[in-house]
């Protein structure tokens, strides 16, 4: 069985229903932005590991486009480039320090790398082709599909 957490933007529910947790689960986390998989399955995390399952998370973006958290951080109105980028990789490296927190090098994350607000419009499916080109892309080929060297197959 494979669970899938997907967190949408603004969810407001109270209370989350209880998800029965087998030994052995496997579980796919897609969050849109760093944190946003900590705070929304973290606990959930932390239980498909205790009973011995595999966790994936997928972000869709590196949260470098939160223009007002670059502003508040510089205190500058209009930043430059660079310290945008800059903010996305901290958040990033954030984002695999609370992986290694919740599960040590057994939470696997990935990164779509989409901008931020990048899916009004939504990307048509991938055919089988398209899809095995995201899983196998590298970062060098500017793929839709980057992941951290700790997501990569054999890496850890």
Do not use: N
């Amino acid at each position: 069985m494979i669970l899938v957490a997907a967190l949408p933007v603004g969810c407001r529910r109270a209370l989350a229903p209880s998800v029965s947790v087998e030994r052995g689960e496997r579980l796919l986390v897609i969050a849109p932005h760093p944190d946003d998989e900590t705070l929304g399955a973290g606990g959930l995390i932390q239980r498909v590991l205790s009973a011995h399952g595999t966790v994936r998370v997928v972000l869709v973006t590196a949260g470098d486009g939160y223009v007002e958290a670059v502003r508040y951080e510089t205190g500058r109105l209009r930043p430059r480039a660079p310290v945008y980028v800059a903010y996305g990789e901290r958040r990033l490296r954030e984002a695999r320090a609370a992986g290694r927190k919740l599960g040590g090098d057994r939470v696997r994350l990935g990164l779509l790398g989409f901008p931020d607000g990048g899916l009004e419009q939504p990307p048509a499916p991938l055919d089988q082709r398209g899809a095995a080109r995201c899983r196998t892309a590298s970062t060098r080929e500017r793929a839709w599909i980057r992941q951290s060297p700790e997501a990569r197959p054999g890496a850890g």
